[in-house]
Every structure is written in C-alpha cells, then in structure tokens.
C-alpha cells in the first residue's frame, strides 16, 4: 500500500469540492481531489442560485461556469404583483441563475485541473483518520488501496457523508413532514428571464421552475409527506403537473407540450447540521455541513459562502486548525440566519392547523399590500437583520 502527501484533499469533486480545490490550487496549494463518479448524471438536485449565491460565484472567480451550464434569470414571479426585478431589488444587484448541476460539476471539475488539482475519478474513499496529519484511505478502480496524508480534508461528500460519520462530527436533525419533487421538463410555457415560486398555503404545497438553457426547465413542487401519494417515476408526472397547477399562481406555464427529460423523484425536506463544521483537521462544506429545507433553494448558494469562508481563511492565516475554526465559527451564523428565515417561512405558508391559519389571517393581508414584509434572505442572503423586529413584521405587527 502507497502513501502520498498533499496540503488538501477534498473527498467528492462537486461543487464545494471542486471550487475549494480550484480557489486552493491557485495560491500554490498541492491539492487533490477524489471522486466516486466517472461521470456526472442527471439527478433532482439544487439547480437555482439566488443573488447572493450568484455575488459568492463571482467573488470565487466561477460565476462564468455557472453561466455556461445555464441562465442568468432576472426576473421572479410570486403572485404578489409584478414580477420581482432580482437587480434592482438585491443589495448584490445580480440575477438568479438556472444552472444544470451535472454540467456546472463537470466544468468546476476541468477548472480545478487547469488550475493545478490532482483528480482520481472512479475512487472510493473507504476511511479517514482524523489528527494533526490525516489521512485517507483511497481504493482505486483496479481494487489497489492508497493511504493519503493531508495537512487538512475537506468533506464534500454530500448530506450523507460518510467522512462526517468517521471523524465523529455530532449532527442535529430537524425532520420536516414535506417532501420535495423535481423533473427536467422541455416545452415549458414560460419565459427563459423568469422564475416561478408560488406558495398555496391552503393545500401546503409549493409550486416552482426556473430556466437553466437549452430548452431546459427545472419544476419543483413540495407536497405534504402524509396524504399525498409519494411522486415518483414517469407515472407520477401528471399528478405531479396537476397539483403544480392547482398550487401556482400561473397554471398556464404548464400548459405547453411538455416532455420530460429527466427522472422524477421526491426526497424528504428534513434538515441536519453540525454546529461546528471543522475539528481535528477535517472541514465539512456543503451539504455535509449542513442542509436546508430545499423548498428554499439555498443548497448552491450556502454552498459557495462555504467555500469562500474555508479558502479566505486557510489562505490568510498558515495555523491551518486556527483557520478551520474561524470557518466553523462563521459558517455557523450565516447557517443560523438561513435557517431561521426559512423556518418562519415555512410556517407562514406551508404549516396546518389551527394555530397556523390564525397566523396567515394575521399576516397574509399585510404582506398583500407590503411584500417587502416577507423575509428576503433567501434571495438577498444571511447579511440581512434576522431579529425580533424582523419576525414581528413577517407574522403580522403593526409598523410603528
């Protein structure tokens, strides 16, 4: 069995890692990244940068990948008047983007390369041992094991991840009784500026689409977990389509001679996370970090600040477990100021009950006449006041 050394390993060449490889490479960093797939494939993943995400891309130098695996989308449709206008109502003053996520891993992946990674594609990490060095155990696809030693590993492995588990990260989870379907759809009868996210609050569903090119759409649609028939497969499109329509506020967008192009599955909007992302020379980023609710398209975005946060600090400061700290520390209050704003979301439009509809009678008049009132760090970012004051004008207090 062979060893070999680097400053950074990251295991899983997606987004987070593949973006921390590249950022890392750059300043001169030996880095390598492992990557089970040889090949990225279509999956209902997280396809829709919102503003503050888009702003991340481009500080990190890959808003241009982004653009060349999908669309710069302007404009958002909520059913509460005219379409939003993402420039020039965001402090970041950018679009959202539709992005086709197996096609922006595979470019993020060729960036990191030509910016000097090493990538073993096809290999399988089976261990990782925590310490001031350490280290990784890779088996190849001829069967070969390797131990990999590191200065620091980076999990980008996924809401799953098996490196959290090994490294004994603590994890909080927070179950939600949503679930969350997707489908790749061509003949969409929308415009490629805009996106559609509308919520029904009386049927708890939520319906959306955004352009990603290439006469490619991406619907979304969050239905309750009990009462509704799990949508799954082919066979489930046109119950899926039809309690789009029923959910949106623009049903004819559905109206086309649509055709999918992609699977159609659910996945459970339960949440976990580990409040301190970083001990004993491991980094979780991403999803293996923590995730949100999907519902609320934060996945890329929180993504990015990840590693923006992780590369920022490991670069500025060469005590790489004082680095990794600081990361954690503020991944931390970025995290809690998403997740606290899409929790109050989700009870303001998606949550049954009594208590729940004394709530919107409250509220859902006010923000008729004053959106401004509905929290806006899902597409503004976690920068934004998450107070008291904030929670009293979302559920319905008078303006002083």
């Known amino acids: 069995m062979s060893t070999s050394h680097y400053d950074v390993v990251t295991v899983g060449g997606g987004l987070g890692g593949a973006a921390l490889a590249m950022a890392m490479a750059k300043a001169g960093a030996r880095v390598l990244i492992l990557e089970r797939e040889t090949k990225f494939k279509d999956r209902v993943r997280g396809e829709f940068l919102a503003p503050w995400g888009v702003a991340e891309a481009q500080q990190l130098g890959v808003a241009d990948l982004f653009r060349k695996s999908g669309h710069n989308v302007p404009?958002?449709?909520?059913?509460?008047?005219?379409p939003r206008d993402l420039p020039s109502t965001t402090p970041q003053g950018v679009p959202a983007m539709g992005v086709s996520h197996p096609e922006m891993q595979e470019l993020l992946l060729q960036a990191a390369v030509s910016a000097g990674a090493h990538v073993r594609r096809e290999a399988e990490v089976t261990a990782v041992e925590t310490g001031e060095l350490p280290r990784v155990q890779v088996r190849q696809a001829g069967g070969s094991f390797e131990t990999v030693t590191a200065r620091l590993v980076v999990a980008a492995d996924g809401r799953n991840s098996a490196v959290r588990k090994w490294a004994r990260f603590a994890v909080t989870r927070d179950p939600h009784p949503f679930f969350f379907a997707g489908v790749l759809l061509t003949g969409l009868a929308?415009?490629?500026?805009?996106?559609?996210?509308?919520?029904?609050p009386a049927v708890a569903m939520a319906a959306a689409s955004i352009y990603e090119g290439a006469d490619r759409f991406r619907a979304y649609l969050a239905y309750p977990s009990e009462g509704v028939a799990r949508l799954q497969g082919e066979q489930a499109l046109p119950r899926f389509l039809d309690y789009s329509r029923r959910t949106t506020a623009f049903p004819t967008v559905y109206d086309g001679g649509l055709h999918p192009i992609g699977p159609l599955a659910s996945f459970p909007c339960d949440e976990d996370w580990v409040e301190h992302p970083y001990q004993d020379g491991v980094a979780l980023i991403g999803d293996a970090a923590a995730t949100t609710d999907p519902v609320y398209g934060q996945g890329l975005s929180l993504t990015l600040r990840d590693v923006h946060t992780l590369s920022e600090r490991l670069l500025s400061d060469s005590r790489w477990d004082i680095a990794g700290n600081e990361y954690a520390s503020e991944h931390r209050r970025y995290f809690s100021a998403i997740h606290t704003s899409c929790g109050w979301l989700r009870q303001m439009f998606q949550e049954q009950g009594a208590e729940a509809d004394q709530r919107r009678a409250i509220a859902l008049s006010l923000i008729a006449s004053d959106p401004t009132r509905i929290p806006d760090h899902i597409m503004s970012g976690p920068e934004l006041p998450i107070d008291d004051n904030v929670r009293?004008?979302?559920?319905?207090?008078?303006?002083?």
């Open 190 to 200: 929308a415009p490629h500026d805009v996106g559609y996210y509308c919520f029904n």
């Open 75 to 82: 404009f958002m449709e909520m059913g509460l008047g005219r």
């Open 392 to 400: 009293s004008r979302f559920f319905g207090a008078a303006e002083s």
